[in-house]
């Protein structure tokens, strides 16, 4: 690869010196609210975005004024488990100094924090970091917050697959100094200044890790570069199998990028985990395409090589063969909201919170509800992979107490419709500067009417995985959706059908570039159909695929377009 072709991120971290940059001369500069140059890409590794409100982007124009540039920042939490006491702390940080007031619970089990003025961005690495916490790694080209199913019911297995996902995020991570040195005022992490798994380029794009414990899918692993699947027995955990090249989003108009599944290499003993992971991380560091971003991922690497090319690379580097891979199945990936009893003899809460968001609104101050109940909470909050939030290990004695609380607060609202719970939105509008089309916002109107559809065809508890994603970057992972919904233009979408409910198949596309109205009208009649036609207990997705509405995607890097 000659030096002049590689993509301008490339040069940016290799020139980047380990991620510093003139990141600190940046936070002292009075005349603007961003970062400049190449420090605008560089605070992603560090865990940040720079952001705009977009709905007061054009009014700031008008008058002459640079965008109000704030940065989102994104907190790191292997597995989504926080304490109540992080919970206290952030839940302070975001009332008083974020724009919007709100925290928002990612797809990817962290914690998003919009709106943050430059002047307190140094304050809340020094906070996240009394609290035991940092946004390292959740962004940029390394590997990301490592997810695990946040099932913790079957406690035993849960916390060795919790175990897992958080070794195997701290062993991943950068090695560099350049956060402490530069948000923590140069507290000395002793650590060497190479990046010896990484490489001092960094990876070629993101990389997502997932830990996922079988029959639930609620981690989505096909969006995954990697993913331990947990083999168990007798309640205890044996190893993983290991799947690689997973990912959701593609361009328009580009049919070198698709949504693709993951592929299987192997069963591992647990004692191979992190030198598997670190192989996959390092095989991917050196093979893949540094040229062209859109075709960076893994995904593209091992359709480039080949599965059995790339099998044998992970083996030579981690030194193992793989066995042949257990049996798993998935059979299904919503969260199971409400009250669960472990066999810990602990009680589990799962609260439903709309698209994540945690904000105080009139009848319904569900932030402030968090917040009361993490001041009397014992146990942990976990973050579900679908934006929500469990109030993990309560004891039977604090069960009441809880429950008022959260009914209370508005956060516990038996009226949720089953639909509404298996239907997730990505960020979109108004802070992803990327959006095309409206998501969070306009989702819960749409699960009015398709809630409606539901009822008129005495269908009322029935439902499908339903997502909407702004743009086809595909973040709300529509592209694993019995139905999905890609953003085009304002309120223009591309309809996708045929996916499945273990989220083991890609949807394919069905309807481009339709007015939303016109793609309620569709579904009405798609809806109507599946009532009176459906097999005992066919899902939505499945129907669609054996009435020949749709045809399956059976493998997208061949089939995906055709
Ligand atoms: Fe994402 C970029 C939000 C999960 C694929 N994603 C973005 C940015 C940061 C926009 C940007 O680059 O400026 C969005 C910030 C919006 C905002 O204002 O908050 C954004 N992505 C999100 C979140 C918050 C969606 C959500 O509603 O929960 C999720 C954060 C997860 C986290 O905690 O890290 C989020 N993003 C995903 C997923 C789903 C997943 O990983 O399970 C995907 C698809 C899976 C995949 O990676 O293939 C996803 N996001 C992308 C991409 C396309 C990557 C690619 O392969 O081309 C981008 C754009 C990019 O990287 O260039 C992107
Ligand atoms: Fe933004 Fe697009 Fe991701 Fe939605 S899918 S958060 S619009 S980048």
């Given at each position: 690869?000659?030096?002049?072709?590689?993509?301008?991120n490339?040069?940016?971290?290799?020139?980047s010196?380990?991620?510093?940059?003139?990141?600190k001369?940046?936070?002292t500069?009075?005349?603007?609210?961003?970062?400049?140059?190449?420090n605008?890409?560089?605070?992603?590794?560090?865990?940040?975005?720079?952001?705009?409100?977009?709905?007061?982007?054009?009014?700031?124009?008008?008058?002459?004024?640079?965008?109000?540039?704030?940065?989102?920042?994104?907190?790191?939490?292997?597995?989504?488990?926080?304490?109540?006491m992080?919970?206290?702390?952030?839940?302070?940080?975001?009332?008083?100094?974020?724009?919007y007031?709100?925290?928002?619970?990612?797809?990817?089990?962290?914690?998003?924090?919009h709106?943050?003025?430059?002047?307190?961005?140094?304050?809340v690495?020094q906070?996240?970091?009394?609290?035991?916490l940092?946004?390292?790694?959740?962004?940029?080209?390394?590997?990301?917050?490592?997810?695990?199913?946040?099932?913790?019911?079957?406690?035993?297995?849960?916390?060795?697959?919790?175990?897992?996902?958080?070794?195997?995020?701290?062993?991943?991570?950068?090695?560099?100094?350049?956060?402490?040195?530069?948000w923590?005022?140069?507290?000395k992490?002793?650590q060497?200044?190479?990046?010896?798994?990484?490489?001092?380029s960094?990876?070629?794009?993101?990389?997502?890790?997932?830990?996922v414990i079988?029959?639930?899918?609620d981690?989505d692993l096909?969006?995954?570069?990697?993913?331990?699947?947990?083999?168990?027995?007798?309640?205890?955990?044996?190893?993983?199998?290991?799947l690689?090249?997973?990912?959701?989003?593609?361009?328009?108009?580009?049919k070198?990028?698709?949504?693709r599944?993951?592929?299987?290499?192997?069963?591992?003993?647990?004692?191979?985990?992190?030198?598997v992971?670190?192989?996959?991380?390092?095989?991917?560091?050196?093979?893949?395409?540094?040229?062209?971003?859109?075709?960076?991922?893994?995904?593209y690497?091992i359709?480039?090589?080949?599965?059995?090319a790339?099998?044998?690379?992970?083996?030579?580097?981690?030194?193992?063969?793989?066995?042949?891979?257990?049996?798993?199945?998935?059979?299904?990936?919503?969260d199971?909201?409400?009250?669960?009893?472990?066999?810990d003899?602990?009680?589990?809460?799962?609260?439903?919170?709309?698209s994540?968001?945690l904000?105080?609104?009139?009848?319904k101050?569900?932030?402030?509800?968090?917040?009361?109940?993490?001041?009397?909470?014992?146990?942990?909050?976990?973050?579900?992979?679908?934006?929500?939030?469990?109030?993990?290990?309560?004891?039977?004695?604090?069960?009441?107490?809880i429950?008022?609380?959260?009914?209370?607060?508005?956060?516990?609202d038996d009226?949720?419709?089953?639909?509404?719970?298996?239907?997730?939105?990505?960020?979109?509008?108004?802070?992803?500067?990327?959006?095309?089309?409206?998501?969070?916002r306009?989702?819960?109107g749409?699960?009015?009417?398709?809630?409606?559809?539901?009822?008129r065809?005495?269908?009322?508890?029935?439902?499908?995985?339903?997502?909407?994603?702004?743009?086809p970057?595909?973040?709300?992972?529509?592209?694993?959706?019995e139905?999905?919904?890609?953003?085009?233009?304002?309120?223009?979408?591309d309809?996708?059908?045929?996916?499945?409910?273990?989220?083991?198949?890609?949807?394919?596309?069905?309807?481009?570039?339709?007015?939303?109205?016109?793609?309620?009208?569709?579904?009405?009649?798609?809806i109507?159909?599946?009532?009176?036609?459906?097999?005992?207990?066919?899902?939505?997705?499945?129907?669609?695929?054996?009435?020949?509405?749709?045809?399956?995607?059976?493998?997208?890097?061949?089939?995906?377009?055709?």
């Amino acid at each position: 690869m000659s030096n002049d072709k590689l993509s301008d991120n490339e040069r940016l971290k290799s020139e980047s010196e380990l991620l510093r940059g003139t990141i600190k001369e940046d936070l002292t500069n009075d005349l603007t609210g961003g970062f400049l140059g190449d420090n605008f890409q560089l605070i992603r590794f560090h865990g940040m975005y720079q952001q705009d409100d977009r709905d007061i982007r054009s009014e700031r124009t008008v008058q002459m004024l640079e965008p109000l540039h704030t940065v989102m920042l994104r907190v790191r939490l292997p597995g989504g488990i926080i304490t109540p006491m992080q919970w206290a702390g952030i839940d302070e940080f975001a009332s008083e100094h974020t724009q919007y007031g709100s925290i928002r619970i990612t797809n990817r089990q962290a914690l998003q924090l919009h709106g943050v003025l430059k002047k307190n961005i140094k304050p809340v690495h020094q906070l996240l970091h009394r609290l035991g916490l940092d946004s390292r790694a959740t962004a940029g080209d390394v590997n990301r917050n490592v997810l695990c199913t946040s099932n913790p019911v079957e406690s035993e297995i849960h916390q060795q697959a919790y175990d897992w996902a958080k070794k195997i995020s701290e062993h991943l991570l950068p090695k560099t100094n350049a956060y402490a040195e530069v948000w923590l005022d140069g507290e000395k992490v002793k650590q060497p200044e190479e990046e010896t798994i990484l490489g001092n380029s960094y990876l070629p794009r993101k990389f997502k890790t997932a830990v996922v414990i079988p029959p639930q899918n609620d981690v989505d692993l096909h969006a995954n570069d990697l993913n331990f699947v947990a083999v168990g027995d007798k309640g205890r955990l044996q190893g993983f199998n290991v799947l690689v090249g997973g990912g959701l989003a593609m361009t328009y108009g580009d049919k070198s990028t698709y949504p693709r599944l993951a592929s299987e290499l192997g069963f591992i003993p647990l004692e191979s985990t992190l030198a598997v992971a670190e192989a996959v991380v390092s095989t991917q560091r050196d093979w893949g395409n540094r040229k062209n971003r859109r075709n960076a991922k893994t995904k593209y690497t091992i359709d480039r090589v080949g599965v059995d090319a790339f099998k044998a690379e992970v083996e030579l580097r981690a030194g193992m063969t793989f066995q042949e891979i257990k049996t798993y199945r998935f059979t299904g990936r919503g969260d199971r909201i409400g009250w669960v009893s472990g066999n810990d003899n602990k009680y589990h809460l799962t609260l439903f919170i709309p698209s994540g968001r945690l904000i105080d609104s009139l009848g319904k101050p569900i932030k402030s509800g968090l917040a009361a109940i993490a001041n009397i909470h014992k146990g942990d909050f976990r973050l579900t992979p679908n934006q929500n939030i469990i109030v993990a290990g309560v004891p039977e004695k604090d069960q009441q107490l809880i429950d008022s609380l959260a009914r209370q607060y508005g956060l516990i609202d038996d009226s949720v419709s089953s639909q509404r719970k298996q239907s997730m939105a990505c960020v979109s509008y108004p802070t992803c500067p990327l959006a095309m089309a409206e998501a969070e916002r306009v989702l819960p109107g749409i699960i009015d009417r398709l809630d409606a559809i539901l009822v008129r065809n005495q269908i009322p508890t029935e439902s499908f995985i339903f997502r909407v994603t702004g743009c086809p970057n595909g973040c709300g992972r529509a592209m694993l959706a019995e139905v999905g919904l890609v953003g085009r233009a304002l309120d223009r979408y591309d309809l996708y059908v045929g996916g499945n409910k273990e989220g083991t198949r890609i949807p394919r596309l069905y309807k481009e570039n339709w007015h939303l109205n016109d793609i309620i009208s569709e579904l009405d009649s798609l809806i109507s159909s599946w009532a009176v036609n459906r097999n005992d207990n066919e899902d939505f997705g499945d129907f669609t695929i054996r009435n020949g509405i749709i045809r399956p995607v059976l493998n997208s890097t061949d089939d995906f377009y055709i």
